[in-house]
């Protein structure tokens, strides 16, 4: 069967010419996708030299800006739009973007329909820990309030895109919290806690060490201490490595010691890059929907791609629906 | 003037043996300050081998554990409670403890009276940034929600405290939040920033990334999401620390670079280890109350007293109780 994936090209940090890189390969490669461009088209036909039977190229160099008005993403007639459109009426399977991320959740929750059984969807980065170990922490923004059975709807659509991402069952997961003691934290998450409780795998509130640490396989929060998290850990291993890079340029002696651990440092810099992790999935949602990181090189953009593809092949959209369905018929 | 400082010695890290060796020093070296001591009499009699004439030692081996219930700060007969009963009795101008943060604000806020005008304490560490300067971060735990005129009030303790710190004005301060966009955050935050835009050092909304990098003097946040940022940050440069030490004891080659590289690790350690940074002020009380860090030293220990010392002798309680009635009559 042919499957289709919309990728909304344009880019306010890199441009577009890694993401029809991306495309290019990815097209080639997978004869079976339709995949539906939606970008500058003489920058995308310079690109590909010849469009193959399985790409659409829809123009738009609209691109959508981060504005101080969420409703400008509705209203303006930009890439990012235009994708969300298409992905309806060609009823696509995936959508790929990697626009303003607050813009591209107010589009995917207005204009893709849930799933059912879902009270709200989440926004849900692959995040690296400092064991070579990766972990799924939802949400991170898109709700900034929430209800504990948001938390607890959550856990299950998190814990089956864990299965298909990882190829393994998890073996724990949490409720980010402000500290472990029961009485800490939001009034929704202490309720989450109390359903979560009955499964084996929940350890109860974790602290962001934790999830550094590598300790939970999913971290469940409200999108705001999520978002805090998710921008506070970016930028703190940020920090460190162009810290690290000026004292090693501070003399001679250092320049050696810097040249010594190059190797170890580079996979350190790997490690911790957003654009070796993979998109972010927007869960909770009829279709794959991800956002690519505002600074995706090529690789990165592949990656998201076949992510996309991996999700689609594992039937999860049709799998979620099916928990759901069953877990509201045995009034889970 | 003979001024008084009450220090619950007992530590659940590292034990009180730090706490009383800063004690002897501080007393030693301060003979116009009264330190009444918390704690095990004949651990503090042994170390001191003769109890100097501004001494006084209170007796109590009980410590403030963790616990499932915050009541039990108030019902247990411990040694922060008993400090916290002291600091009243005997009148004096400050408090000193290292141990479990929750139970201390707990504490702090009930036993202690609010400075006219401020509707809530808050929990402020000085923090340190990637570029060798400190700022203040409030609240960090004692709010879980906040209104708006929360973050007003704490901008104006905030501001005095920092004079007096640093000895010198601010530059800049700004909301903690999770986008620099209007439209992001809390209802609270938004509204604070109406009232904080008329000051010409507010820069508005920042992300965590501006606290790392230094960008802001005061960040203002609700305790939950400071919280999250705080331990996040913290566990992040663990995490990374931990992370090079481990890679550096990999081969000869990366040991040889790790020593090439030792006194800037060291000092790079040294800036993000909280130990260095001082104790975290309880602000918008009528007493200095200040939280050592639990795995406090006898350095960290008599730089916590020294900070306490410098606040009583530039009169911050009496500024702040001028500042805020002056505040009120002027309709501030």
Known sequence: M???????????????IFAIKAAKKFSEENPNYS?????????????FKTIPNNVKIINNSSILHKTANPRDALRLDTSMLQAFQLLSE???????????????????????????????????????????????LLDVGANIEIKSNYLVEWFKIA?????????????????????????????????ARETLKLNNK?????????????????????????????????????????????????????????????????????TFDYRNVGGAFIIGLNKIVVKAHGGSDEIAFYSALKQIKNAIENNIIEKLNTTFLMGEENGE
Chains 1, 2 share one sequence.
């Not at 298909?164 to 009034?187: A, H, M, P, V």
């Not at 850990?233 to 340029?249: A, D, H, P, Q, T």
Request: proline residues 2%.
């Open 2 to 16: 042919q499957r289709k994936i919309v990728f909304d090209l344009l880019n306010i940090d890199n441009g577009e």
């Open 35 to 47: 995949l539906i461009l939606v970008g500058n088209e003489k920058t995308i036909i310079k690109l």
């Open 90 to 136: 060609e009823n696509a399977d995936g959508i790929l973007s990697s626009g303003d991320s607050g813009s591209y959740v107010i589009l995917a929750t207005l204009k893709v329909s849930r799933i059912n059984g879902i009270s709200r969807p989440a926004f849900m980065p692959i995040m690296p820990s400092i064991v070579n170990k990766h972990f799924l």
């Open 159 to 191: 814990n089956e895109y864990y299965k298909i991402i990882f190829n393994r069952e998890i073996n724990s997961f949490g409720i980010l919290n402000i500290g472990t003691e029961d009485y800490k934290g939001l009034e929704a998450s202490k309720e």
């Open 202 to 270: 929940f350890v109860g509130f974790v602290e962001p060490k934790d999830l550094i640490n590598g300790n939970v396989d999913i971290a469940l929060s409200d999108g705001y201490a999520g978002n805090i998290f998710l921008k506070t850990m970016e930028s703190s291993f940020l920090g460190v490595g162009s810290y690290l890079k000026k004292i090693i340029r501070k003399n001679l002696k250092t320049k050696i010691g810097g040249l010594l651990l190059k190797k170890e440092l580079n996979q350190f810099k790997k």
